[in-house]
């Protein structure tokens, strides 16, 4: 993280505003998703729901939901929205 002090207000809060900027270390590399993983991203970045694509793959939806939480916790990203929006970024799909 970067953090830049863009203005100053020395009333009487004595405040500071600082714009940060973030940075991906890259030093860390993302685990590498499984095949299976790869097909539920592919479905799950074209808006289909969990049931949907269980029943597509004839697994469960617990299998499903196991799945993306793995995929997130090997991307990093805290949630669904995040996961497909590294998809798209990254050309994972």
Do not use: W
């Not at 095949?35 to 004839?58: F, W």
């Not at 090997?74 to 949630?79: P, S, V, Y």
């Amino acid at each position: 993280m970067n953090c830049e002090p863009i203005a100053t207000d020395y009333g009487p809060e004595n405040r500071v505003c600082f714009v940060c900027t973030f940075t991906e270390n890259p030093s860390i590399t993302p685990e590498p998703l499984s095949k299976r993983e790869k097909e539920v991203l592919k479905l799950v970045t074209a808006g289909y729901s969990s049931k949907h694509i269980a029943d597509q793959l004839c697994i469960s939806l617990h299998t499903i939901n196991t799945h993306r939480k793995k995929m997130i916790g090997k991307i990093n990203t805290k949630n669904t929205g995040e996961l497909v929006q590294h998809a798209f970024s990254n050309q994972l799909v």
